[in-house]
């Protein structure tokens, strides 16, 4: 499988027929190449999240290339300020619950390059292992990027399915493994930050995304 | 009993001093520091010096212990932090004085089971 996320934010003028209309396109550009197509707005509460949220695997990386002209054109338009976009490829990690996710959540996060290579392979380590210790998490997939635009030089990508927000919203961020251990990879006064940057975007989903 | 959002949470920095400078050090991190935490909501408990002498030719380490009443606290001081660029800036002008610095974030550990929610 061969993934693609975008988060895409209009202009502050457009208004809602403009960008719909844009995200409709682009549905239907990339559709017939895709083996699975996720355009949602976000939900509020991100963190250089984006309006939209728009995600497509494939079975192979050539399937995403026959697109990505067409993809990249209609996203160079006035009504789309800014797009943050990798190319990425994970497996997931099963739920250990059969709770049906409403929520989806992704985090592209920007390394230090200059970072020890070992400690990268720690910060992914200990990343990947939230769900061992936070329960509200369902599916999960930690990914490299490829290749990557946008606001930073993303490196990774964390995705995660929730039963509802309140998984995201609370135990995610309440955990201790979380603020006081996983934290310390981004939080510079902790003297261990290696994560430059971040988008934090969320949006609801109809149906499980992360998926072998 | 003891609630997750009522443990008190205890953020610790670590941070060995060049030779001879932990007292000008200290007084700086007071001084340049501790207000704008305060602010952010941290409770300064102790500081700490070892060896409890100051030394001239070798490294004292300093120990600061801050408290802060729960886990949205906690979060409400790092996003607070991590807006603040005098906050990024005293810890850049900080490397002048520190051969290393670590902080850690703890609980008593009869607070471990409401933290953790089990």
């Not at chain 1, 190449?33 to 079975?59: E, M």
């Not at chain 1, 599916?139 to 490829?146: F, P, Y």
């Not at chain 1, 990557?148 to 309440?174: C, F, I, K, N």
Request: a negative charge; proline letters at 6%; glycine letters at 6%.
């Amino acid at each position: 499988m061969f993934e693609v996320t975008k988060l895409i934010r209009f202009a502050a003028d457009v208004d809602a027929s403009a960008g719909k209309t844009v995200l409709s396109e682009l549905s239907a550009d990339v559709t017939p190449h895709a083996r699975r197509v996720l355009i949602r707005p976000t939900l509020p509460g991100g963190i250089a999240a984006g309006d939209v949220i728009a995600r497509f695997r494939f079975d192979a990386e050539s399937d995403w290339r026959a697109a990505q002209n067409d993809v990249e054109r209609r996203l160079w338009t006035a009504a789309v300020e800014h797009v943050d976009s990798v190319t990425h490829t994970g497996t997931p990690r099963p739920a250990k619950h059969d709770t049906r996710p409403t929520v989806y959540r992704t985090l592209l996060v920007a390394v230090d390059p200059s970072t020890d290579p070992k400690l990268v392979r720690q910060f992914e380590s200990e990343t990947a292992a939230m769900p061992d210790y936070i329960a509200s998490i369902g599916a999960s997939q930690l990914s490299r990027v490829h290749d990557a635009s946008g606001s930073a030089r993303w490196t990774h990508v964390w995705e995660q399915e929730y039963a509802d927000l309140d998984g995201l919203t609370g135990p995610y961020m309440t955990h201790p493994y979380h603020w006081a251990h996983i934290d310390r990879w981004f939080d510079s006064e902790r003297g261990q930050r290696v994560v430059t940057a971040l988008c934090h975007s969320f949006c609801r989903i109809d149906e499980p995304l992360l998926v072998p | 009993m003891t609630h997750t959002a009522e443990a008190t949470v205890y953020i610790v920095d670590e941070m060995v001093v060049r030779p001879g400078r932990a007292r000008e050090f200290l007084s700086a991190y007071l001084e340049r520091y501790a207000p704008g935490a305060e602010e952010r909501g941290l409770t300064l408990e102790r500081a700490l010096v070892s060896p409890p002498v100051w030394l001239d030719d070798q490294s004292n380490t300093v120990t600061v212990t801050w408290t802060v009443p729960g886990v949205d606290a906690w979060w409400q001081q790092r996003w607070a932090a991590g807006r603040d660029p005098g906050v990024a800036q005293w810890w850049a002008d900080a490397e002048d004085w520190l051969i290393s610095r670590n902080r850690s974030t703890s609980c008593a550990v009869e607070d471990l089971a409401a933290v953790t929610g089990v």
